[in-house]
């Protein structure tokens, strides 16, 4: 341990592996909850804040955790450091699962160690089976060739966390390396993150993107794969969808007010729930994002986690990627884990629109956002009438101001003629402007 890496530590938070504490009190629940997840440290003398508060090191303080730490069942068995005023415990994963302390099971979710019923800890220990996708090494990828420190600078950047140490050390604080007989290795959750092609490790790691003309998986106008790491993967996403979502466009009194058909809380909170969540072992299906005319369905392999009943669906959460989840909870994209489903509920009712509809079952999850009905108050200025197709016009060109007459015809479902017609009548009411030429310009909707 360094200055620069403990100050990095206190900076980056609490996380899954990471814990404050001020003093040795109800410590033996946040080493049962490591003990049966993935292990941790403890820091003993720093508050919940980051803040270093420091604490007496004495003989008699070890013993004291080394005895809590063995009443523990079955018994634990920790590291004790100790760094400047501070103690660091340390808990390495148990072999002998599920661990039980004076209080109850424990297991760690997130920055948070959750109190569990031991059904749903023997069900958890039952349904590992196997190491979790996320936490597996992955030995083909090599650290000198396939690393794209790009993608780890944007990561810092979006969690706004300082880049003061070597690299190595900032990847195995995140959670997503270890250094295993003198070589790096990073886990699948690192490769996913920051593989500059994470194609080449898994045929699990796209994101598929359609939009379709009707309600029906028909005609499709459009359709985009994005395979660049899990932060572009989300960001282009959210992106793509906001590129093919209807805007209502209401004009009055010379003054434009612009409503989605979908409220983008919800529309991004379904995309990184999506991509959160997947079942990455499962190859036969992919996360989709499908625009439809009146609504969008977001998809992805993988049920709700084994040890979470349906009863408790939005109640509680169980992340089936620890380290992905917790890498996602320091970003713009997740406010908070475990509240995605709830906010999505929230910001469909504030929008004033249906219920968001989840269906899920031990093999897939989706939600479905049924979207306001839009082009209704398009061209109310100054009482003037225009088209259906005409409305359609309007909002492509919002959404694109330098679009082709021919990609109209297209997104429309009109000949490129009628485009003409309806954008010469358009003009007439002086509703909408060419600037520029018609080859280097773009329009502009007067208002």
């Not at 569990?116 to 958890?124: G, Q, T, V």
């Not at 320091?330 to 910001?347: A, M």
């Given at each position: 341990?360094?200055?620069?890496?403990?100050?990095?530590?206190?900076?980056?938070?609490e996380?899954?592996?990471?814990?404050f504490?001020?003093?040795?009190?109800?410590?033996?629940?946040?080493?049962?909850?490591?003990?049966?997840s993935?292990?941790?440290?403890?820091?003993?003398?720093?508050?919940?804040?980051?803040?270093?508060?420091?604490?007496?090191?004495?003989?008699?303080?070890?013993?004291?955790?080394?005895?809590?730490?063995?009443?523990?069942?079955?018994?634990?068995?920790?590291?004790?450091?100790?760094?400047?005023?501070?103690?660091?415990?340390?808990?390495?994963?148990?072999?002998?699962?599920?661990?039980?302390?004076?209080?109850?099971?424990?297991?760690?979710?997130?920055?948070?160690?959750q109190?569990?019923?031991?059904?749903?800890?023997?069900?958890?220990?039952?349904?590992?089976?196997?190491?979790?996708?996320?936490?597996?090494?992955?030995?083909?990828?090599?650290?000198?060739?396939?690393?794209?420190?790009?993608?780890?600078?944007?990561?810092?950047?979006?969690?706004?966390?300082?880049?003061?140490?070597?690299?190595?050390?900032?990847?195995i604080?995140?959670?997503?390396?270890?250094?295993?007989?003198?070589?790096?290795?990073?886990?699948?959750?690192?490769?996913?993150?920051?593989?500059?092609?994470?194609?080449?490790?898994?045929?699990?790691?796209?994101?598929?993107?359609?939009?379709?003309?009707?309600?029906?998986?028909?005609?499709?106008?459009?359709?985009?794969?994005?395979?660049?790491?899990?932060?572009?993967?989300?960001?282009?996403?959210?992106?793509?969808?906001?590129?093919?979502?209807?805007?209502?466009?209401?004009?009055?009194?010379?003054?434009?007010?612009?409503?989605p058909?979908?409220?983008?809380?919800?529309?991004?909170?379904?995309?990184?729930?999506?991509?959160?969540?997947?079942?990455?072992?499962?190859?036969s299906?992919?996360?989709?994002?499908?625009?439809?005319?009146?609504?969008?369905?977001?998809?992805?392999?993988?049920?709700?986690?084994?040890?979470?009943?349906?009863?408790?669906?939005?109640?509680?959460?169980?992340?089936?990627?620890k380290?992905?989840?917790?890498?996602?909870?320091?970003?713009?994209?997740?406010?908070?884990?475990?509240?995605?489903?709830?906010?999505?509920?929230?910001?469909?009712?504030?929008?004033?629109?249906?219920?968001?509809?989840?269906?899920?079952?031990?093999?897939?999850?989706?939600?479905?956002?049924?979207?306001?009905?839009?082009?209704?108050?398009?061209?109310?200025?100054?009482?003037?009438?225009?088209?259906?197709?005409?409305?359609?016009?309007?909002?492509?060109?919002?959404?694109?101001?330098?679009?082709?007459?021919?990609?109209?015809?297209t997104?429309?479902?009109?000949?490129?003629?009628?485009?003409?017609?309806?954008?010469?009548?358009?003009?007439?009411?002086?509703?909408?402007?060419?600037?520029?030429?018609?080859?280097?310009?773009?329009?502009?909707?007067?208002?």
């Open positions: 341990m360094t200055n620069q890496e403990l100050k990095f530590i206190l900076q980056q938070g996380g899954l592996s990471i814990e504490k001020e003093r040795i009190n109800n410590i033996d629940k946040e080493i049962i909850a490591f003990a049966n993935k292990g941790g440290r403890i820091f003993l003398g720093v508050d919940d804040k980051g803040k270093i508060k420091g604490i007496s090191i004495t003989n008699k303080l070890k013993s004291q955790i080394q005895d809590i730490a063995r009443n523990c069942d079955p018994l634990i068995d920790v590291k004790i450091k100790k760094f400047a005023d501070i103690v660091i415990i340390e808990v390495e994963e148990g072999k002998d699962k599920p661990y039980k302390c004076s209080s109850g099971f424990y297991l760690r979710q997130g920055a948070n160690s109190k569990m019923s031991r059904d749903e800890i023997l069900d958890f220990a039952i349904g590992q089976g196997k190491i979790r996708f996320d936490e597996q090494i992955n030995d083909k990828f090599d650290f000198k060739k396939d690393f794209d420190e790009e993608k780890l600078n944007r990561y810092l950047e979006l969690a706004k966390i300082t880049k003061n140490i070597k690299k190595e050390s900032i990847l604080n995140l959670g997503v390396a270890v250094l295993e007989k003198g070589k790096f290795k990073l886990n699948n959750a690192g490769v996913l993150f920051f593989a500059k092609n994470p194609e080449r490790f898994f045929l699990t790691s796209n994101v598929i993107c359609i939009n379709y003309r009707t309600d029906e998986k028909l005609d499709i106008l459009d359709k985009k794969i994005f395979d660049d790491g899990i932060i572009n993967n989300i960001q282009e996403a959210i992106n793509y969808a906001k590129k093919h979502i209807d805007v209502e466009y209401e004009i009055k009194t010379f003054k434009r007010k612009e409503i058909q979908y409220p983008e809380e919800a529309v991004r909170e379904s995309i990184v729930n999506s991509i959160m969540h997947r079942d990455y072992f499962e190859k299906g992919d996360i989709l994002v499908e625009i439809f005319r009146t609504k969008i369905d977001f998809s992805n392999p993988g049920g709700l986690v084994p040890w979470l009943d349906k009863k408790d669906f939005g109640k509680k959460s169980g992340a089936r990627n380290i992905i989840a917790n890498l996602l909870s320091k970003t713009e994209f997740v406010e908070k884990v475990g509240t995605g489903i709830n906010r999505i509920r929230l910001s469909m009712k504030e929008a004033g629109l249906s219920k968001p509809v989840f269906d899920f079952d031990k093999n897939s999850f989706s939600v479905i956002l049924e979207g306001r009905k839009v082009g209704e108050k398009v061209g109310e200025k100054v009482g003037e009438k225009i088209t259906e197709n005409q409305k359609r016009i309007i909002q492509f060109i919002i959404k694109n101001r330098y679009i082709s007459a021919k990609e109209l015809s997104l429309v479902g009109i000949s490129s003629r009628k485009i003409e017609e309806n954008i010469a009548k358009l003009k007439q009411k002086n509703i909408l402007k060419r600037i520029g030429s018609a080859k280097g310009g773009y329009w502009k909707i007067i208002g």
